[in-house]
């Protein structure tokens, strides 16, 4: 969990850089920021010791996987409970395909979004998926196109 840090300048600019390519080296790193590598260093650690920097990570291509189709499911339940969330949250977390899975405000309780080869292996994932936890209701939307989608972070909204 992060803890709240003030952020100035130097630290927006380390941060775009490393949401851009976190295998920068420190050096280039420095230099597109602007500092010295030691402090820039020291500012990387500090961001990373806040959780404010939580991990870096590689970035795969899904089609090259053969997991090139998203799947967003939809699910309401009748169970509102802390016992079902607990189960719900060890079965979404057990299946590899689920990329992100929030609970939602409005008509559906949580969006899950998976990555998968065919529509046969959400049916597999379905199948499993029922057999973890009652659900009330479940809709399935198959993305056709892929318009953006990214993991960067917008900065601008930082005091």
């Known amino acids: 969990m992060s803890e709240k840090i003030s952020l100035d300048s130097f630290d927006r600019k380390i941060l775009d850089c490393l ?4 295998d ?3 050096a ?9 590598s030691t402090p820039c260093w020291r500012r990387v650690q500090r961001m990373e010791k806040a959780g404010v920097i939580r991990a870096r990570v590689a970035l795969l291509d899904r089609r090259a996987l053969n997991a090139g189709v998203t799947v967003f499911v939809a699910v309401r339940t009748s169970q509102h409970n802390a016992a ?3 189960r719900f ?3 979404i977390a057990s299946f590899p395909e689920v990329m992100d899975c929030y609970r939602m405000s409005g ?7 998976l990555a998968l080869p065919d529509i046969a292996a959400y049916d597999e994932f379905y199948k499993r998926l029922i057999a973890k ?5 479940v809709t399935s939307m198959f993305a056709m196109e892929e318009i953006k989608s990214t993991t960067r972070l917008p900065l601008g909204f930082l005091p």
């Open 89 to 91: 949250a060890r079965a």
């Open 24 to 26: 920068l080296p420190l």
């Open 19 to 22: 949401q851009r390519d976190a």
């Open 133 to 137: 936890v009652e659900l009330s209701d």
């Open 28 to 36: 280039v790193l420095a230099r597109e920021v602007g500092l010295s």
């Open 107 to 113: 008509e559906i309780d949580y969006l899950i979004r």
């Open 84 to 86: 079902w969330l607990q």
